[in-house]
């Protein structure tokens, strides 16, 4: 796997300058189309921001549960680098948390494309082909779709510390040069204060960039010190989590999520799936498993290998494209090159190929910049930008916090759940956020009371779930048109709450055009006419 291609050091070109220009113009678009068709983010951040909240309300100490996540609240075991950032800036700056989720992420997801476009230029050693990729990975939906949106706020920095310490990890490597184990070892540490996931990425990175590069001993020697020195500066924090929840807090997560390595069902997850799930977001794919082939056929070893292992040792699409769409940029422009030279052609053939290359081109940034505009759509049936939340939660979550006790307890249905302790300050009885740090049995079965009463569309199933679940909430929050779980689209609640409706043990305590609140009270007959106690109403 060796990679024997030559280091190109020096200051920026004029050229570098045009495509990192080109591609934060792209960036920005890409960006500014987002902002103005969310007004509300997309997915959710409520968890991240309540957390920042908390640590505010600490005096910016270290929380040790995070409440109003279940009646028991949530350890904080969670990496604190950017809550701590988000406390900060929601302490210093006139911005609301909402606003926060909507602009941050925006910015950190155009920052990154820099360090990106730079490691893509040592990696390719040319400025139009890492030019190309950074456009590309600038529009790239799968990458997008976990970075612009809300979750941002902590993912999409961790992409920029971990693009950072790839290009300060690939001149370390390449160079020898020790003055690159500062900022590589500072660059480590804060990944791991950022996100567990994209800490294991930026290792895979750099033992990638070792056997590549410099599997010597002195090169072992630094991915070493860059290691231990990372752990060294992170480990206050785990001293400090471990003192309070136990070392096995750590190894708790691991299991809630898709967790390293895979078989074969990972592998047509990551590289099946995607082409067969249809147009427009199966076009990045198909860019980078071309550009895959492409590399193997040059034996070219490191960016296929990166692609492949990224993608089966995470289980996540969106780190298949830091390689991948290197390796597409590289292909697009080999594939230009290619039909435009041919000195031999007779001179029709020479337009023809410049025509069918404008063809060529046209197609593929109509393709691409479709497949971005899968993220600009707002409704719950766009799995890749849906927003969690609207006005009308917005609004029916500020009723709750100026007109219920603040013991209040809410079983809240659907995605907006995520959001609702932080809008309306107050608990929800069940919910999956934050709960993989109490271990998977306690996680599954949160997230399976949370699926099945979202998806109810009967009191009974309602009344069933709250009691096999053991809990008696004051309240049941129910959306009333299209909605997400899980960010799985719903067609609304029109069956469920006719016979809630109905019943006795639910009252309407608050309605507007989105939203309807249900006072409860599980002990009352089901088959008793319910009295008209509507207490709070907004135009419907």
């Not at 600490?58 to 929380?63: M, R, T």
């Not at 920029?160 to 790839?166: A, H, I, R, Y």
Request: glycine share 8%; aromatic share 14%; charged share 15%.
């Amino acid at each position: 796997m060796r990679d024997r291609s030559v280091l190109t050091p020096g200051l920026p070109t004029r050229n570098d300058l045009f495509w990192v220009s080109l591609s934060l113009s792209v960036g920005l678009l890409v960006a500014f189309v987002y902002l103005i068709t969310h007004p509300y983010p997309a997915y959710g951040a409520g968890l991240y921001l309540e957390i920042s909240e908390q640590i505010l309300a600490h005096g910016y100490g270290f929380p040790e549960t995070i409440s109003h996540y279940t009646s028991r609240g949530v350890p904080f075991a969670y990496p604190p680098l950017m809550f701590y950032v988000n406390a900060f800036i929601l302490d210093s700056v006139p911005v609301d948390p909402i606003a926060l989720s909507r602009y941050l992420p925006v910015l950190l997801t155009v920052l990154y494309l820099i360090p990106y476009y730079f490691l893509a230029r040592e990696l390719l050693e040319e400025a139009a082909a890492a030019g190309l990729a950074t456009i590309i990975l600038a529009m790239a939906s799968p990458t997008l779709q976990w970075h612009l949106s809300a979750g941002g706020l902590v993912r999409a920095m961790a992409f920029l510390l971990v693009l950072t310490g790839s290009y300060t990890g690939l001149r370390l490597f390449r160079s020898g040069n020790r003055q690159w184990l500062i900022p590589s070892t500072l660059l480590f540490g804060a990944t791991v204060l950022t996100h567990p996931i994209y800490t294991v990425f930026f290792g895979l990175t750099y033992v990638l960039f070792y056997l590549a590069f410099d599997h010597s001993l002195g090169g072992l020697v630094s991915g070493s010190i860059v290691a231990v020195g990372g752990i060294v500066l992170v480990s206050p924090w785990w001293y400090s989590v471990a003192r309070r929840h136990g070392v096995d807090v750590f190894f708790a997560a691991a299991g809630t999520h898709s967790g390293l390595f895979g078989g074969l069902d990972r592998l047509f997850d990551q590289f099946v799936y995607p082409l067969v799930t249809g147009y427009p977001t199966s076009i990045f794919f198909l860019l980078s498993f071309a550009g895959t082939f492409y590399f193997l056929g040059r034996q070219r070893l490191l960016l296929p290998t990166w692609l492949v292992t990224g993608a089966f040792v995470l289980g996540k699409a969106r780190f298949q494209f830091v390689a991948g769409s290197m390796m597409a940029g590289s292909f697009l422009v080999a594939v230009a090159r290619n039909t435009l030279r041919d000195p031999s052609a007779r001179a029709w053939k020479p337009t023809l190929h410049r025509a069918l290359a404008v063809v060529f081109v046209f197609v593929i940034v109509v393709s691409l910049v479709s497949s971005a505009a899968t993220l600009t759509s707002t409704d719950p049936t766009n799995r890749w930008q849906p927003q969690f939340i609207d006005r009308s939660d917005e609004t029916a979550m500020t009723w709750v916090s100026q007109n219920t006790a603040q013991s209040a307890d809410f079983v809240v249905l659907g995605d907006a759940a995520e959001w609702f302790p932080l809008l309306a300050d107050r608990t929800i009885l069940i919910g999956p956020w934050g709960i993989e740090w109490e271990g998977p049995t306690r996680y599954n079965s949160q997230l399976s009371q949370y699926r099945t009463l979202s998806t109810c569309s009967s009191e009974q199933c309602i009344t069933r779930g709250l009691r096999d679940a053991d809990v008696r909430p004051n309240y049941l929050y129910v959306p009333k048109e299209s909605y997400t779980v899980r960010g799985e689209s719903q067609n609304g609640t029109v069956p469920l709450r006719q016979t809630l409706n109905r019943s006795n043990r639910y009252q309407v305590a608050y309605e507007n055009q989105g939203v309807t609140i249900y006072r409860v009270n599980l002990t009352a007959r089901r088959d008793e006419p319910a009295p008209d106690s509507l207490t709070g109403t907004l135009p419907r």
